[in-house]
C-alpha cells in the first residue's frame, strides 16, 4: 500500500477526530509538561500544572527562584517529583541562559542545533527534547513515544529493533513538512493506544485492523 503511514493517519483522524493537543496555555507550560509527563499519564501532569499555576510557579523567573523542595511538594501529583523538580529547574537555568527565559526566542535556532542543545540539559531525553520542538516551538520534529512502539510493531510497519531515530525518521520521510499535522499524528497514536491498543489489547473495533490483524505473540513492547 503506497504511503500506510499518511494513510493511517487519515483513517485515525476519520475515526477520532482531532484532539487538541498539546494542551498548554503557553509555550513554557509545554516545556513544563513535557518535564512532568515523564512516566506518568496526564492526568497526574494536569494536577501539576494546575498547582504551579495557583501558586503563581509557572514562569521561568519563579521555578528559578523556588526552592527544590517547595517545588518538588507542588509538583507531587506527577510522581517522582525530587526528581522532575530538578529537571525543571536545570531546564530553566539553561532556558534563562540561553534565550532570557524567553521560549518563543527557540524559534529563530536551527533545529538540529536546537534539539543537540536541549539534549545536553540534564534529565531531558529525545522524546522530551522533542516535544518541546514540536509543540513549543513549531519545528516540524516527530515525537515518537512508547505508544509509536507499541502500535506500530504490533502492525509490523517498523521493526521491533528499531532505535528512536530510525522510527522518528520513518515518520518524518513519509509525511509533509508539517508541524500540525505531527502534532496531531502524535496525540491520534496515543488515543490509539489507549483505546484499543493497550498492554493488553481489544482489538474488536480498532479502525488499525483494515491494516493487517497486529502479531501479538512475542511481543517486545507492551
Known amino acids: 500500500m503506497p504511503n500506510t503511514c499518511k494513510k493511517i493517519f487519515e483513517v485515525l483522524l476519520s475515526h477520532f477526530g482531532p484532539q487538541h493537543w498539546w494542551p498548554a496555555e503557553t509555550p513554557f507550560e509545554v516545556m513544563v509538561g513535557a518535564i512532568l509527563t515523564q512516566n506518568t499519564n496526564w492526568s ?3 494536577r501539576a500544572i494546575s498547582n504551579l499555576r495557583q501558586a503563581r510557579m509557572l514562569t521561568p523567573r519563579a521555578i528559578d527562584r523556588a526552592s527544590r523542595a517547595e517545588l518538588a ?3 507531587r501529583p506527577a510522581g517522582y517529583y525530587n526528581i522532575k523538580a ?3 529547574k536545570n531546564l530553566v537555568r539553561w532556558l534563562c541562559a540561553e534565550f532570557a527565559g524567553r521560549p518563543e526566542r527557540m524559534r529563530n535556532m536551527d533545529t538540529a542545533v536546537l534539539r543537540e542543545r536541549l539534549l545536553s540539559v540534564k534529565g531531558v ?5 522533542d516535544s518541546i520542538l514540536l509543540y513549543a516551538t513549531g519545528k516540524t520534529v516527530f515525537v515518537v513515544d512508547s505508544y509509536t512502539y507499541r502500535v506500530f510493531t504490533r502492525h509490523g510497519l517498523i521493526p521491533a529493533e528499531s532505535a528512536y531515530e530510525d522510527v522518528q525518521a520513518y515518520f518524518e520521510s513519509n509525511l509533509p513538512d508539517d508541524a500540525a499535522l505531527f502534532g496531531e499524528y502524535h496525540a491520534l497514536i496515543v488515543k490509539t493506544a489507549k483505546e484499543f491498543c493497550r498492554k493488553d489489547p481489544r482489538c474488536e473495533g480498532c ?5 493487517g490483524a497486529p502479531a501479538l505473540n512475542g511481543l517486545l513492547f507492551s
Do not use: M, Y
Request: aromatic fraction near 6%; proline fraction near 11%; charged fraction near 15%.
Open 125 to 129: 531525553g529525545p522524546e522530551t527534547a
Open 86 to 88: 530538578g529537571r525543571l
Open 44 to 46: 497526574n501532569v494536569e
Open 207 to 211: 479502525p488499525l485492523l483494515q491494516f
Open 73 to 75: 511538594s507542588l509538583i
